[in-house]
């Protein structure tokens, strides 16, 4: 059986929780929720926070929030999920699509002032496989930034966390998400103002809206767990990025005085993915593209001027890279990143 692109860090005391909840029938929004809630404040350092059954709906919270009109231009990353292209149009608003550098894959401070000129009036920061762009120059434009920290959780940018940046940050709980709940969001508030207008909102909401306990028990317990988790992360990605040095492929660095959440272990192809994939399916091991999900992905041929995104479609693949991938497992990827054709 080949190694998967992706496995859950879900153990046996993330399902004891979902099990509490479901012999004690108290499986919709409740205590669970408020407990998952009150360790993200603590966790993040933010005012205030909510978990929400869906990003989707996180988003859709914190636009009413900032009290953007409808029809505004939001700034998103091509090489962001395609949720957040679908949401923003269903929301009625127009999505902004601004290209990639092509050696981080993040937005950068010169596509987004080309996005504001066309129309841009809020950016959504898709913090990208786990790393962070310049928030400091995407700060200094003066329109709201919401960070997407699905991915980058953890990670820190110039001794600041991920999620402490915009003034809404959207903590993402699917199943290819860095935590997981099977399903949901948080939306974060790292400032008081935000906080109080959120607290407001989540008080008027409708239960429906609302992350159920059930799965506010999984993400609980693997938040709890980040910290060991994202250790183990780093000691795989330590290994995989000096093997992969002694080849002619590359992968991707956080950029500044910062550390990435270790998502995933993308490389960027040197040459063709066919031949890639072939050599690496003969060891049992599994990749796949890491953008095949993306708003480029969606668009296609559609998406005009993104050129580094389309690129980074064809080219970049994800490695497995988890905590449950064992010491074995890690040096026989490790050995195939070294000897890549």
């Known amino acids: 059986m080949k190694l998967p692109v992706y496995s859950s860090t879900i153990r046996r005391k993330e399902m004891d929780a979902v099990l509490t909840c479901m012999v004690a029938e108290k499986i919709g929004p409740g205590e669970m929720n408020q407990k998952l809630v009150q360790l ?16 989707s709906i996180a988003l859709q919270y914190a636009l009413t929030a900032l009290d953007l009109p409808k029809g505004s231009g939001i700034i998103i990353s091509a090489l962001a999920p395609d949720w957040h292209y679908l949401a923003v ?8 699509i601004v290209d990639v550098d092509p050696a981080t894959a993040l937005m950068t401070p010169q596509g987004v002032e080309a996005a504001i000129a066309r129309g ?7 913090e990208t496989l786990g790393y962070l762009p310049d928030m400091t120059a995407l700060l200094a434009f003066n329109i709201p930034v919401i960070e997407d920290i699905s991915a980058s959780a953890g990670a820190i940018l110039a001794e600041k966390k991920a999620g402490q940046y915009g003034v809404f940050s959207i903590l993402g709980l699917e199943e290819r ?14 400032a008081r103002r935000e906080a109080i207008v959120l607290k407001k909102l989540t008080d ?5 809206d609302i992350l159920p306990d059930i ?9 709890k767990e980040l910290p060991r988790n994202t250790e183990l992360r ?3 990605h330590t290994l995989f990025t000096n093997s992969l040095m002694q080849g002619r492929h590359k992968t991707i660095t956080q950029q500044g005085e910062g550390i990435p959440s270790v998502y995933s272990f993308p490389v960027i192809l040197s040459s063709g993915l066919k031949e890639v994939k ?27 001027n993104a050129i580094n995104a389309k690129s980074l479609l064809m080219r970049c693949v994800l490695f497995p890279l988890y905590p449950r991938l064992g010491n074995g497992n890690a040096a026989k990827i490790a050995k195939i990143l070294a000897t890549l054709p």
């Not at 149009?89 to 902004?96: H, I, S, T």
């Not at 998400?177 to 790292?190: C, I, Q, R, S």
């Open 40 to 55: 993200v404040r603590e966790t993040f350092t933010v005012e205030g926070a909510t978990a929400f059954r869906s990003a």
């Open 89 to 96: 149009k269903a929301l009625g608003f127009e999505p902004v």
């Open 120 to 126: 841009g009036r809020l950016i959504v920061v898709h």
């Open 177 to 190: 998400d860095l935590l997981t709940a099977g399903g949901g969001a948080v939306l974060l508030a790292p």
């Open 204 to 208: 008027e909401a409708p239960s429906t």
């Open 215 to 223: 799965n506010s028990a999984l993400a609980y317990v693997q938040l």
């Open 234 to 236: 780093k000691d795989i």
């Open 278 to 304: 072939q050599y690496v399916s003969r060891k049992e091991i599994e990749i796949e593209p890491a953008f095949s999900g993306s708003v480029a992905a969606r668009l296609g041929d559609a998406l005009e």
